[in-house]
């Protein structure tokens, strides 16, 4: 986006957010952290862990550390996968607003996404979404993929996703203008 987009000269290199959802390990390791792998050994003892726990269960733990991007200055993480961070491993030092679904799911937990919150060392923010699960940060499904795919297009009876969306959308772009545009 920065060097061969048609954008790149209406982008100031001074303003970089970004926003993650879901494998959150990669949004909070460009600003800061560091997986602590050993740390998933507990979740991959389970039966029903995913395939790439057997490597974990192994210790073949990746060996190069996740490139940290300074250019980011502020970033918004929703529901993350967060089971490889700890709290000394969540070295994250730019304003975060973090999101999490009340219900979970795809192997996200709420004990998960609050571990990151309690130890999250810089400034933010945490909201909890009520009455939604993991896949409520998606928007809201045209027919044909709610049909095909509704395992990520069904919401918890009474939750609104298109409301959601309107609230959220609202919350991300002021949490941006605060700590990106404003400051």
Request: hydrophobic share 40%.
């Amino acid at each position: 986006m920065l060097s061969t987009s048609a954008a790149a000269p209406n982008i100031d290199r001074r303003r970089i957010g970004f926003y993650g959802f879901s494998r959150g390990y990669t949004g909070l390791g460009w600003i800061g952290s560091n997986p602590d792998w050993a740390g998933a050994t507990e979740f991959c003892q389970r039966s029903s862990a995913p395939p790439w726990c057997e490597k974990i269960r192994r210790k073949e733990f990746p060996v190069q550390a996740l490139a940290h991007d300074p250019r980011i200055k502020a970033a918004v993480i929703a529901d993350p996968f967060a089971v490889f961070f700890t709290d000394a491993s969540l070295a994250v030092n730019v304003p975060v607003q973090l999101w999490a679904s009340e219900f979970g799911g795809d192997g996200v937990t709420d004990r998960q996404v609050a571990t990151v919150d309690n130890n999250l060392p810089a400034e933010h923010e945490y909201h909890v979404v009520p009455n939604s699960g993991h896949f409520a940060f998606l928007a809201p499904c045209p027919p044909a993929l709610a049909e095909a795919v509704p395992e990520i297009c069904t919401d918890a009876p009474g939750f609104d996703r298109a409301a959601f969306h309107r609230q959220f959308n609202t919350e991300v772009v002021r949490f941006f203008r605060l700590h990106l545009v404003d400051r």
